[in-house]
């Protein structure tokens, strides 16, 4: 299969200002980018930088967002897995598409990003007729995780950790937790999301306890449905 088959091709250009992170992840996420700045400075004192990453929590708030802002910082190019095309019946196959993935990855010396990794990660269970399939999938991934080079970057986001093989998280050096965003991270966020709008269409019934990714669907639907009730009524009164 094409190499092209196998990533999402996704342009989208994000930074970590576009991202709204608990400081102690901002932090780390800055560090991490510097030591890929300093690489060299780095090596010659022996000092090894992180380069390989798990991103764990829930889902819509922000993984996939800090993976490309990171590329972004870093000038790097973002190859993201495409699972549905990777995955198949055939465990051999699979392996090797994934590792092909890698390859690629390694030679651009790019930021690769697995995302839902617990798909391709799960912990070798007992069951008879799988276990021998996936215990060969986990390894050619230790595998490649192990000799995956120094001056690239592997990213993998998770929502279920509990899932994973315990030997694939022991090769992460940083694993960075994702939390559901308070009401007042929230209000900051919606407060954002809205200040590009006019002040009109900013009045919006603002929902909590929710990820930061539906807040963003949220607002924008309604600010569409305001916005699109104004226009209609102009219209009107132009017809009147």
Known sequence: ????????????KVTLNDIILEESNRKKFVQL???????????????????????????GCGKTMSAKAIANALG????????????CSRIGETS????????????????????????IGKARGSDDKDVGEMRRLVNTLIQLIDYYPEN??????????EIIDAALLRRFQLRINFEMPTSEILDAYYDRLLSRFPEELQNIERKYNISYAEARDHTFTLVKGALIKELEEKEKGVEA
Do not use: W
């Open 1 to 12: 299969m094409n190499i092209y088959d196998l990533v999402i091709n996704d342009k989208e």
């Open 33 to 59: 980018v510097k030591e890929h700045a300093y690489i060299e400075e780095l090596s010659r004192y022996g000092l090894p930088v992180n380069n390989k990453i798990l991103l764990q929590g829930s889902s």
């Open 76 to 87: 790097k190019n973002i190859l993201i897995l495409n699972l549905s095309n990777v995955v």
């Open 96 to 119: 090797q598409s994934i590792k092909q993935v890698f390859d690629q990855a390694a030679r651009e010396k790019a930021v690769l990003f697995l995302d839902e990794f617990d798909q």
């Open 152 to 161: 690239a970057l592997l990213l993998c986001a998770t929502n279920h950790p």
